[in-house]
């Protein structure tokens, strides 16, 4: 059997019974019904699909059944009977019978000059390339309809058992083709699929137009259907202008669990994807995203509203019981805040702590005296704090819990609050090196590299200061001090380091680790000398960095057995030239010298933020936060507005 058949008789049973509905309600069927055979262990063996609708002429039984692709709905878009709209156009619903079973049976009837007649189609799984297509004969039906019969199932189909969610998830399926055709019906097992039966709300929200990139305009909408029972998928249905369903994803909203709900996303956009095969691809077609984020957008309002209309059924409630810890109406407008935060985090006690609401009258109304005291203090940050705790699922909280065996819960805010600090602290030292007017300003020594001198951890988190702005001389004393303490006795008698020119050299960073090793311990330094952003690092720049290492390398008082030397020149730009010497095919990339016990090298500040960055990504991607350019401003304003220029004070 060819692979492109094979595909098409897979998929989730449910789905694929779905799908076969579809067509008999395509035909112009206004009754479904679905009988399911169990044997002696209550498991399904049999299944039925009988509908009343127009049956399959004979004269399409060829080329609907023979040619993949070959559906007569492409030729139109409702049905000829009762004008209903139609939803099938590639011919390959029928394929999904045997996702459910080995062997389908279509008995057909249709009419024909005024004369009803029936015949029989059928195939087997292992060879879906030939369907058998029997001979039309006077009908024994008194009306058109086809049922098709499929048997020989393997697998144990669960979901189509006595008292299964079948028909909850029927309705997912069909909440919007039966709230639009009210007389039309669909059975399962006996038991009608009414979503109007399991559904508490059902609400659409217009979608905000806009033009695609290619000058189309682009419409939607989204249907909210919230259900009377629980749900553990939250699904976002992307479907054609009618609500027919063509690919699902995650909702991407949590509500909480009191909210049962799948919304619809209809668009003929989507319709158009779907045709050209691309709908799945939805990260990578920018107008599908769009589409979709707004959805997400207006989902979240939704329920905003939703929690909102809640808290006030709630507070009623609490109200007539005299346990609300508030008496009259509001005296202002901070009281009517207060008022405000206090019933949406007391909705959330309520909806989260079984305790509370099995609590007697005098328990919850203590309880709700306490949230109130805590609103009155910093309503702000009570609401957050309840919000996320508790709207994290389950196996969160067991994590929290165990975590806060471990270490305690200010040690975890202040690790996380490290982070964000430093994610915020690269976006807004982004803007300060990048931004033209920060850029052409920027002075190298009074700002920049009193900035960076408290932010080391930029260049790697091993390291740490030792040396800031001192000439090469200073550097050694401390660093020889560090090495043999005796030497502090010395300090005053140690002569300059020259370099070849006979200068003392001037460095801006020096920063240090120590690595333990068995019988001494390894020291790592790193010397940045750092370039204002305007000036590019060319081959002055890099003679300038080399002549500092090779002073330091020539000179005998410094440790070169024990210790290792880097330094690097950083700005933002690269000269040509300069690149060319850190792309040398015998040295690690950024470096032009390297040596036993040193490198010497360049880098751009682009390249050294994107690692750190990179060294970040795990904790950012944990914590689900994205620092802004604002916050990042906003950060360095907060810290260092001494050391920034005007051009940049004023951001």
Avoid at 274 to 298: F, P
Avoid at 480 to 487: D, F, M, S, T, V
């Amino acid at each position: 059997m060819p692979d492109h058949l094979r595909s098409l008789a897979r998929g989730k049973p449910i789905n694929s019974l779905a799908e076969l509905i579809w067509n008999a309600l395509d035909a112009d069927a206004t009754q479904v019904d679905v009988l399911v055979e169990d044997n002696h262990l209550g498991t399904p063996v049999d299944i039925w699909i009988t509908d009343n609708g127009e049956g399959i002429d004979f004269a399409e039984a060829a080329h609907a059944f023979g040619n993949l692709g070959g559906s007569w709905k492409k030729a139109q878009a409702r049905s000829v009977r009762s004008d209903k709209r139609l939803h099938g156009r590639d011919g390959k619903g029928r394929f999904k019978a045997f996702a459910i079973g080995n062997r389908a049976v279509w008995e057909t009837t249709y009419r024909k000059d005024e004369a009803l007649l029936q015949y029989r189609i059928s195939a087997a799984g292992h060879d879906l390339s030939n369907f058998s297509i029997g001979t039309p004969r006077p009908a024994t039906r008194s009306h058109t309809g086809t049922v098709v019969k499929i048997d020989q199932i393997e697998e144990s189909l669960g979901i189509f058992s006595q008292g299964s969610s079948a028909v909850q998830q029927l309705s997912e399926h069909f909440a919007i083709y039966l709230r639009d055709y009210p007389d039309t019906r669909v059975t399962f097992r006996g038991d009608l699929v009414d979503p109007c039966v399991v559904q508490l709300k059902s609400t659409t929200v217009p979608l905000s137009p806009f033009v695609s990139e290619q000058g189309n305009r682009i419409e939607g909408a989204l249907d909210v259907i919230e259900w009377t029972f629980s749900k553990k998928e939250r699904k976002l249905c992307l479907c054609d202008s009618n609500g027919y369903m063509l690919h699902e994803i995650e909702a991407g909203v949590r509500p909480g669990s009191g909210y049962n709900f799948t919304a619809y996303l209809r668009s003929s956009y989507i319709a158009q994807l779907h045709e050209e095969n691309v709908l799945s691809l939805e990260a990578l077609n920018g107008d599908l995203s769009r589409l979709i984020d707004d959805a997400r957008l207006k989902l979240r309002g939704y329920f905003r509203q939703r929690k909102a209309e809640t808290a006030r059924e709630l507070v009623e409630e609490w109200k007539k019981e005299g346990i609300y810890p508030y008496s009259g109406d509001a005296q202002d407008s901070l009281e009517q805040a207060r008022r405000e935060v206090f019933d949406i985090c007391a909705v959330n006690v309520n909806d989260y702590l079984d305790s509370f609401k099995a609590g007697t009258t005098k328990d919850r109304r203590f309880t709700l005296r306490m949230i109130r005291t805590a609103v009155d203090e910093n309503p702000e940050a009570l609401k957050k704090i309840l919000s996320e705790i508790l709207d994290l699922p389950r196996t969160k909280q067991n994590d929290l819990a165990e975590l806060l065996d471990q270490t305690s819960l200010s040690s975890i805010i202040e690790a996380s609050k490290t982070v964000s600090d430093r994610l915020k602290f690269i976006a807004g030292f982004q803007a300060l090196i990048f931004q033209p007017e920060s850029k052409s300003s920027l002075k190298e020594r009074k700002e920049l590299h009193r900035i960076l001198e408290r932010e080391t951890w930029i260049f790697g988190e091993e390291y740490l200061l030792t040396s800031s702005d001192e000439n090469l001389t200073t550097v050694l004393r401390k660093h020889l001090a560090k090495l043999r303490p005796a030497q502090r006795r010395r300090e005053a008698k140690t002569d300059g380091v020259l370099r070849d020119n006979g200068s003392e050299g001037v460095i801006d960073l020096m920063l240090a680790r120590e690595l333990p090793q068995y019988g001494r311990t390894r020291k790592e330094y790193l010397v940045v000398e750092l370039k204002r952003p305007s000036q590019k690092i060319d081959l002055t720049v890099k003679a300038q960095i080399e002549s500092y290492a090779l002073a330091v390398m020539k000179d005998e008082r410094f440790d070169t057995k024990n210790t290792h030397w880097t330094f690097i020149a950083v700005s933002n730009e690269m000269t040509a030239e300069a690149a060319e010497t850190v792309r040398q095919t015998d040295k690690p990339i950024g470096y032009f010298l390297t040596g036993t016990h040193y490198r010497v090298g360049l880098v751009t500040w682009a390249e050294l933020l994107q690692a750190t960055a990179t060294r970040l990504e795990m904790f950012r991607e944990k914590l689900d936060y994205v620092a802004t350019t604002d916050q990042g401003v906003a950060l360095l304003h907060d810290r260092y507005n001494a050391f920034l220029p005007d051009s940049f004070r004023s951001h």
